[in-house]
């Protein structure tokens, strides 16, 4: 398996915390069938402000202790790139990484307010021959009112990539329902583990991968842990998406959320 977004490059931000715990960390997803992780630390001005420099010179680091160790996790560079208005000039710059090179990034929006022209920036991001990938949005706080933007950044080229935790259930009710919803819905282009740590948020899709194949069927979970991943590793386009109608919002401000009924597996 294939795993795009993960913290585990020590001392970069609120994931790994030491060498040894990246080592564990890459252990973990080595043992739970993961064969490539993407090192993804967080870039956002103020709070984390690491650079191509920074997360490629960690990489190379990393890569020299795991071959001490003969642990065989293979690696590449990225970032979990928060929003900017600079984004697209970054980008073009060369200033920030991409996963592995390829035309494809790590974008992810703040998390409890909506930006005003998200869609407008990464339609322009797009047309520059980018292509975001929608960190997580089944955790954001505004899904349940901004949901029809989520629809629209997909329907315009974005990539979405759930947590493995959540479609298990592990971030809770709410980002499970939305994991599930999108699922059915056909928008979803990855499976990340978003791994920060050993224990509260470990390495591994193989469980997510397992509930994806008991609900649809194998090759949408191998679309989602595999080879969408090895598409973005290689520069090259991403299945074809079959999506099905969007269902009618459910959220609202006044309104709490209340899942749906989940089917029987």
């Known amino acids: 398996m294939i795993d795009l977004h993960s913290h585990i490059l020590p001392n970069l931000d609120d994931g790994s915390s030491s060498l040894e715990t990246s080592l564990h960390m890459a252990v973990i997803a080595v043992d739970d069938g993961v064969e490539f992780m993407a090192c993804t630390p967080h870039i956002k001005s103020g709070v984390y402000e690491n650079s191509r420099i920074i997360i490629e010179t960690s990489l190379y680091l990393l890569r ?151 609900r649809y069927d194998e090759m949408t979970a191998r679309l989602l842990t595999e080879l969408n991943g090895r598409a973005i590793l290689e520069d090259k386009p991403l299945a074809e998406k079959r999506r099905q109608p969007r269902k009618a919002a459910i959220g609202t401000r006044n309104r709490p959320f209340i899942p749906w009924p989940r089917r029987e597996r």
């Not at 979990?80 to 920030?96: E, Q």
Request: hydrophobic content about 45%; overall charge negative; aromatic content about 6%.
């Open 64 to 214: 020299t202790a795991l071959a001490r160790h003969d642990i065989p996790l293979k690696l590449c560079a990225g970032a979990d790139i928060h929003v900017t208005p600079s984004l697209a000039v970054l980008l073009k710059a060369g200033i920030l990484p991409t996963l592995g090179g390829s035309r494809y990034f790590l974008f992810e929006p703040p998390h409890n307010v909506v930006v005003p022209g998200l869609l407008s920036l990464t339609r322009a991001i797009l047309a520059d021959g980018f292509v975001p990938i929608l960190t997580h949005p089944e955790r954001l706080t505004w899904i349940e009112n901004h949901y029809d933007l989520i629809c629209d950044m997909d329907e315009a080229g974005v990539g979405i990539q759930l947590t493995a935790a959540s479609v298990l259930g592990k971030f809770g009710k709410r980002a499970a329902y939305w994991s599930e919803r999108m699922l059915d819905e056909g928008r979803v282009d990855l499976l990340a583990s978003d791994a920060h740590d050993v224990s509260h948020r470990p390495p591994g899709l193989s469980h997510a991968r397992d509930r994806v194949a008991q």
